[in-house]
Nanobody, 126 residues
Framework: QVQLVESGGGSVQAGGSLRLSCAAS????????MGWFRQAPGKEREGVAV????????YYAVSVKGRFTISRDNSETTVYLDMNSLKPEDTAMYYC???????????????????WGQGTQVTVSS
């Protein structure tokens, strides 16, 4: 069983930055890709950014492209999400997830993911 632990959430003003971290339990197979998702109150969970463990290629939701950057450490067990130029609409609970399948056209779909962290809150004030 893979355990994912997020950290780094908090409250910032619009235009600010935050860095989220997701640490996977050691010596486990986290799968082919890891990603960040978010869910705002009353809304469905949506994909934000995903990174493939094999080659480091990344995919982003249109709403965050150019502002957010996903990366991983060399051990491939920690994934980061650097969030810049934050907007109030970025306010949500952010979740880390890992998938064994990672089908190319489905990488931002929550149902494709096998393991989930507990989430970390990001609040952006105007």
């Amino acid at each position: 069983q893979v355990q994912l632990v997020e950290s780094g959430g908090g409250s910032v003003q619009a235009g600010g930055s935050l860095r989220l971290s997701c640490a996977a339990s050691k010596y486990t197979n986290v799968g082919n890709c890891m990603g960040w998702f978010r869910q705002a109150p009353g809304k469905e969970r949506e994909g934000v950014a995903v990174i493939y463990n094999l080659d480091g290629s990344a995919y982003y939701a249109v709403s965050v492209k150019g502002r957010f950057t996903i990366s991983r450490d060399n051990s491939e067990t920690t994934v980061y999400l650097d969030m810049n130029s934050l907007k109030p609409e970025d306010t949500a609970m952010y979740y880390c997830a890992a998938s064994h399948t990672c089908r190319t056209h489905w990488v931002l779909v929550p149902s494709e993911y096998d393991y989930w962290g507990q989430g970390t809150q990001v609040t952006v004030s105007s």
